[in-house]
């Protein structure tokens, strides 16, 4: 029974932390987004996003991002400066293909920097991905 069981393994479903100009602050906010570079929408997109570090965790926080469509991109949050110091993760779950998706992505303290910042798919940004 147990090899009955199929696994839909997530690809071209990214999270990225974006460093950008906050026009309503006047400063450079680090932002995350989730991007579908998928030729398909997802559905039901929901993010589960934390940070921890040794006993030190910051609070679950939880979107509902609805459906993203084909190559497109949606904001999840606004990372504090205080938050990059420690290991930021991203729970990631959505329906496709009439299947559901989950992945999760870490990104590891201190790692999310300028230093780090690649292109990014579909969004015309540079900013920093994990696997």
Do not use: C
């Not at 609070?59 to 190559?71: E, F, N, P, Q, Y």
């Not at 990372?79 to 559901?100: G, P, R």
């Amino acid at each position: 029974m147990k090899k009955d069981i199929e696994i839909p393994i997530a690809k071209d479903v990214h999270v990225a932390i974006v460093h950008e100009w906050n026009s309503e602050f006047l400063e450079k906010n680090w932002n995350a987004y989730i991007i579908n570079d998928r030729d398909t929408i997802i559905e039901a997109v929901i993010v589960v996003s934390n940070g921890y570090e040794g006993d030190r965790k910051t609070s679950t926080m939880r979107h509902g991002l609805g459906d993203i469509r084909a190559k497109d991109f949606k904001k999840i949050e606004v990372l504090q400066e205080d938050v990059l110091a420690f290991n930021n993760e991203f729970f990631v779950t959505y329906f496709a293909d009439d299947k559901l998706y989950e992945k999760r992505f870490l990104f590891k303290k201190h790692s999310i920097k300028e230093s780090n910042a690649q292109s990014l798919p579909v969004m015309d940004l540079e900013g920093v991905m994990t696997k």
